[in-house]
């Protein structure tokens, strides 16, 4: 699966047009944390939702969801 230049850990797959975005089966025995479908929350003004996968089993969630938010806090 390509993606586009990201930070160190986690892989941006977004282009819905040309269906490509992450899939749990996409990222089987790889180490990133992979984001797709990031858009504006329909609900929430000041809120995004995105689809996040990554293998467990190589990765812990915990460890996956700190690297998520380190990159969220430094685009604000």
Do not use: H
């Given at each position: 699966?390509?993606?586009?230049?990201?930070?160190?850990?986690?892989?941006?797959?977004?282009?819905?047009?040309?269906?490509?975005?992450?899939?749990?089966?996409?990222?089987?025995?790889?180490?990133?944390?992979?984001?797709?479908?990031?858009?504006?929350?329909?609900?929430?003004?000041?809120?995004?939702?995105?689809?996040?996968c990554g293998d467990?089993?190589?990765?812990?969630?915990?460890?996956?969801?700190?690297?998520?938010?380190?990159?969220?806090?430094?685009?604000?």
């Amino acid at each position: 699966m390509s993606s586009t230049p990201n930070e160190a850990g986690t892989e941006l797959v977004d282009d819905p047009e040309n269906y490509k975005l992450p899939t749990s089966v996409g990222i089987v025995d790889t180490d990133s944390t992979w984001v797709g479908q990031v858009r504006r929350c329909i609900e929430n003004p000041n809120a995004i939702d995105l689809l996040i996968c990554g293998d467990i089993l190589r990765k812990g969630a915990a460890l996956s969801t700190a690297q998520i938010a380190e990159l969220v806090v430094a685009e604000f």
